[in-house]
Each structure stands twice: as structure tokens, then as C-alpha cells.
């Protein structure tokens, strides 16, 4: 029987994969990490829990699960314009299964190290299958990101396409909380778009230069992972503002546009939930900046709407005419 101990050694302290930074004074072997701080930062700390058959689907494989599971946490750190620097893993395993530990571990690791963020501790235990990440990351002091400051006047924009995680589910064959009238088109062409479907459910792009190059420019933020729409309502609920959003304008992909009707793709970009894209209000004088910013990093960014005086979230097409979906965001304890 292989151990816990022995797990962490061989699949996580001693993988080829493990690195280390500059800031990590102690990682993986003893009761806690140390990490140092430089003196004009401040740490951002995040953390979320990925449970089988709710934040993935039961069958997912090892390292599908592994970059997912870091990948939103990244997304946080994006969303605050902080560096990420390091993080914990609790994996919970009903099993032990070398092969999927080694393909989980060289997933988690290798995205680890795209993003210069190392392992340095965390516990495994038995039980059903999930995982929790509690991922660390440096800001400047000035220039975080926060959801606190949007006012009426800001524009509001979307960074990538949304509603591609959502559609993703029904492309792989997996039930959406969207419910029966979400579907896809009779004669969609899945075949041609499943690795794109694939890679944004199971790789979203956390956007981290975008939230350190935006920071500066933007009067609030977060990232979308329950759908814009209520996403978007954390923002105007904290700063008792309202928005406009222009349904017509949400970025879709062509991969979506091309799987299901224009009207399944708005609901998906609006409720449909783990696109991990960001979202911004933008002072207008700081318009021109934010978009040239992305277009240096050649980060798709759209400008769907305005914040606006009162409490109401208003949707509208290109003609003004206002729009009504069926509110079906994602809510965990639904």
C-alpha cells in the first residue's frame, strides 16, 4: 500500500516538474511553508474546492482535473492584478492509483510552472474524489484590482469569449444547469469543435498579464466563473449601482456560433459560468488605454456595456430594445 507520505514525495516534492522561486524560503516537507514578502507588495490570497460530479465531471481525466483546478485559482489572482507566487493542494482520493497521481501531478505542475507559481505544501487524504487550492500572490499596493469602485459612466468589458465552458458541457455530453431549451443545433458540427470545446472547459486561459497590465486603469474587476450576468451583479450590488449590458455585443465565439443558436449563446455567456474570463469597469477617459493594452498582448477585449445610476442589470440589443432571459445562474447550494 503506498503511503501518504510517500505520494507527496514521489509525485509532488520530487517531481521533475517541482520548482522553486526566489520568495519561497520553505516548501513541501514540514509542518508549514515560509514565504518572504518584499516590502512594497502585499499578499492576495485565494482559495477554491473542485468536488467530482459538480465542478467536473465524474470520469474527467487526472491532468484534465489538475489544470482546471489551478487554473481558476490562477484566475483569481488575475482578477486581483497580483503575481501569483505560490500554492497548497488538499486532494481528497477515493483510492491510490499511481497512474492517475502521476498524470494529476504532472498536469497540476506543468501549468505550475508556466505561471512561475510552485507548490509548497498541502495534505492528501481518502474519501470521495475533490480537491482544494489555496494559491498566494504579490500586488503592488496600489494597484489592486478590487470590486469595490465601479460608478455610473464606467464602461464595462469582457476579456476573451464567454459562454464557451457552458456550451462545453452539452458538446461532451453532460447535463447544464441552463436547463431543457439550452441545446445545441440538430446538424452542429461537434466533431470539428470538440477540442475547442475541450480546452475551454477543462484549460481556461487564466488572463494574469491583462489584470497586472489593467490594474492601473481600471475602477473595479473580478473574473466570471458563475456567467457574466451574475458575475457582473456582484460589482453593482457592492457599489449599489446598475448596468446596462448589450447582449448583441458579448463576445462569441465561432465555435459556439457555429454549435448553437444565437439566443442559447447569449443565455451561455450571461449565466452559463465557468469561462474564468475577467470583467472590468473602465473610467472612459481610460478606454483608448485598456483596449490598446490588450491589443499588445493580443487578448481579445470587448466593451458590452456601461454602469449606470440605481440597482437594475438592463439588457439590451444593438436596436436598445430591452431583453429578457430567464435568470438561471449557477448557484451552489441551489
Not at 490570497?45 to 459538480?54: K, P
Not at 493542494?89 to 501531478?105: I, N
Not at 465601479?150 to 476579456?159: E, H, L, N, R, T
Not at 442589470?313 to 435568470?327: C, K, M, P, W, Y
Request: with cysteine.
Amino acid at each position: 500500500m503506498t503511503k501518504e507520505f510517500d505520494l507527496i514525495r514521489q509525485y509532488f516534492a520530487e517531481s521533475k516538474h517541482q520548482f522553486r522561486r526566489s520568495e519561497v524560503v520553505l516548501g513541501i516537507g514540514d509542518d508549514g511553508a515560509i514565504l518572504n514578502i518584499p516590502p512594497d507588495q502585499q499578499l492576495c490570497i485565494s482559495t477554491d474546492t473542485l468536488i467530482a460530479g459538480v465542478h467536473f465531471p465524474i470520469g474527467a481525466s487526472a491532468a484534465q482535473i489538475a489544470k482546471k483546478s489551478l487554473a481558476v485559482n490562477l484566475s483569481d489572482m488575475a482578477a486581483m492584478g497580483a503575481h501569483p507566487l505560490a500554492f497548497t493542494l488538499g486532494l481528497v482520493l477515493e483510492v491510490v492509483d499511481d497512474t492517475w497521481v502521476s498524470e494529476f501531478s504532472e498536469g497540476l505542475l506543468t501549468l505550475a510552472r508556466q505561471f512561475n507559481c510552485p507548490l509548497i505544501g498541502g495534505d492528501i487524504t481518502r474519501g470521495p474524489l475533490g480537491l482544494s487550492i489555496h494559491i498566494q500572490g504579490l500586488v503592488n499596493k496600489d494597484a489592486v484590482i478590487r470590486r469595490k469602485g465601479a460608478k455610473p459612466g464606467d464602461k464595462i468589458y469582457v476579456s476573451g469569449y464567454l459562454g464557451d465552458a457552458a456550451l462545453a458541457l452539452l458538446v461532451l455530453g453532460h447535463p447544464s444547469h441552463l436547463g431543457e431549451d439550452v441545446r445545441l443545433l440538430q446538424d452542429a458540427p461537434l466533431s470539428d469543435c470538440l477540442t475547442h470545446f475541450e480546452k475551454a472547459y477543462y484549460q481556461p486561459e487564466p488572463r494574469v498579464e491583462l489584470g497586472q497590465a489593467c490594474a492601473s486603469l481600471v475602477s473595479s474587476g473580478l473574473d466570471i466563473s458563475d456567467g457574466l450576468a451574475g458575475d457582473l451583479g456582484h460589482i453593482l450590488q457592492m457599489n449599489s449601482v446598475g448596468a446596462i449590458l448589450n447582449i448583441d455585443a458579448l463576445p462569441i465565439s465561432e465555435s459556439a456560433n457555429c454549435c448553437a443558436s444565437k439566443e442559447v449563446c447569449q443565455m451561455a455567456a450571461l449565466y452559463g459560468g465557468d469561462d474564468y474570463e475577467l470583467c472590468f469597469t473602465v473610467p472612459p477617459q481610460n478606454t483608448d488605454a485598456i483596449e490598446a493594452v490588450a491589443r499588445g498582448l493580443t487578448t481579445p477585449l470587448s466593451c458590452v456595456g456601461e454602469i449606470t445610476s440605481g440597482t437594475v442589470l438592463e439588457l439590451i440589443d444593438d436596436t436598445g430594445q430591452r431583453v429578457t432571459f430567464e435568470n438561471v445562474a449557477y448557484e451552489h447550494f441551489q
